[in-house]
């Protein structure tokens, strides 16, 4: 599990084909992980992935084609810039909201608008997901922990602060650009069981 709280940010520093999968590269640069060992569970840009390799400031993860289709991360290159959170431990606090690292689906930059020193930010959503957001609740884009402002229909929007647009990946998205999206937990399972109910 995670918080959305991002730690720093990551460059990708190599992808390479290996057995069908894809092994990723990222450097961490200045970012505290904590202490990682081998199997530990990194979130780059909100995707929950398994640390296989070790290296002063850099780390290693085999990538599975689904998750390379169904999130950003096929579109990464060298030079990419990542988001980066280690997972929770048990007695840390809970600065954002449970985030899982699985990403439920794409969503898109629709508008970006300057609101005194912070942005408002709009996304669109898959119909399958538009369900899931309400006003003042939580979401998770590309592995940061937001407050939903308005829903629209398919649309939502977001307010960043300054320190989070400085410190995230955020400040590098231009209108049209896709980003990872993970609703939230609590909204998951409220739907599950009214379908099930």
Known sequence: MFTGIIKGIGTVVQQREKGGDTRIVIDTGATELGAVALGDSIAVSGVCLTAVELGAQQFAADVSQETLSLTTLGSL??????????????GEP????????????????????????????????????????????????????????????????????????????????????RVNLEIDVIARYLARLNEVG
């Open 77 to 90: 290159e060298p030079g990419s810039r990542v988001n980066l959170e280690g997972a929770l431990h048990a």
């Open 94 to 177: 809970l600065g954002g909201h449970l985030v899982s690292g699985h990403v439920d689906g794409f969503g898109v930059l629709e508008a970006r608008t300057q609101d005194a020193r912070s942005w408002r930010l709009t996304f669109s959503v898959p119909d399958h997901l538009k369900r899931f957001f309400a006003p003042k609740g939580s979401v998770c884009v590309d592995g940061i922990s937001l407050t939903v402002n308005e829903v629209d229909n398919d649309r939502f929007g977001v307010n960043i602060v300054p320190h989070t647009m400085a410190h995230t990946t955020l400040g590098d998205r231009a209108v049209g650009d």
